[in-house]
């Protein structure tokens, strides 16, 4: 991959002035790959999402809960089998360091990432009962298109993201108050090349318990709450941007969570605000050391509209980010359809 405007580097300031000012032409090759690697390095500091799609989802990016897109009456079905269909997408243009402030000069200047894609999850409910829950399993087959570029970079990837595998959840319901617990295994199905600035995949495992509370009360009013934690493995198939060197990339650890007000206004049909909250509790690793100063985070809220017809549920949402630290700072939105069969 050849970066954009190659000849523009000398005319720049910053970091790109400092690397490209004294550089002589049979160097300029080695070092714009130095560059694109350290852009790498950024980069994956981005909590996974999108996609990783986890639509997590970590993930990527801004994927938080049950693969990003459940707000309200997020509570466990009834017996059956069910289908969700949920499309997103993901735009930013601004790229925030670990302070908070913008970063506007370097491989950063005119910075824009785009991702969009859908994600297929079927469910299935069975009607006996375990610890006096009802129990499920369910799965999300991501297909993701990401592109990121700059002025100096251009780069994307589309295809088959990291599926998510859902073995077991347990839910329990009372008049107002229901619980949901959750296992979800992210497995490293996606796409990836450890050359690539843009992979829809992460190439590696992510373990995802996750806990929901959801009230409903009495006059239309509902409350939701999901509760997640992500453990990360290894990808062992990484180049560590200082030494050039092949080595192992393990990214931190990451508490996140969803939350959702929403009202019935009328018979079927609800509105209400939602939104989502990240943040790495460890740092990531190359080659077994910590990287200081990797930790992100992100806050979100945006409004939210859904509208239940006959066995069909139609969600939509935007989400606005704030209060971001080394990723992205953008907007999401989410379209959900659930089908009861």
Known sequence: MEPKNAGE?????????????????????????????????????IPEGLLASSLGPSGG????GKYGGDDFLAIGPPPGVYLINYTFFYTANKFKDY????????????????????????IYVS?????????????????????????????????????????????????VFHYLLSFDVITPTGRYDKNDLVNVGNNHWTFEPLFSVTAVFPGGLDLNLNL??????KNNDFIDPRTRKETTYKAGQAFHMDYAI?????????????????????DDEIGGQEIGDSRGQVFSFGPAYSLNWNKLTISLKTQFEMAVKNRPQGTMSWLRLLYAF
């Open 262 to 282: 929403g009202y019935e206004i009328i018979k079927n049909q609800r509105i209400g605000v939602v939104g989502y909250y990240w943040k790495d509790v460890t």
């Open 61 to 64: 990016l801004t994927v938080s």
């Open 99 to 122: 302070n908070g402030d913008e970063v506007k000069n370097g491989p950063f200047e005119d910075f824009k990432i785009r991702a969009a894609g859908n994600i297929i999850r079927p």
């Open 9 to 45: 580097y000398r005319e720049g300031n910053g970091f790109a002035k400092v690397w490209f000012w004294e550089a002589r032409v049979p160097m300029v090759k080695k070092i714009i790959d130095l560059i694109i690697l350290i852009i790498m390095f950024h980069l994956l500091l």
């Open 127 to 175: 009607k006996k009962k375990i610890f006096g829950s009802f129990w499920g399993m369910d799965m999300g087959i991501p297909l993701i298109d990401k592109q990121i570029e700059s002025r100096y970079f251009d780069d994307s990837d589309s295809g088959l993201g990291d599926i998510i595998l859902c073995p077991l959840w347990l839910a329990w319901h009372t008049n």
């Open 228 to 233: 997640l934690y992500d453990i990360n493995w």
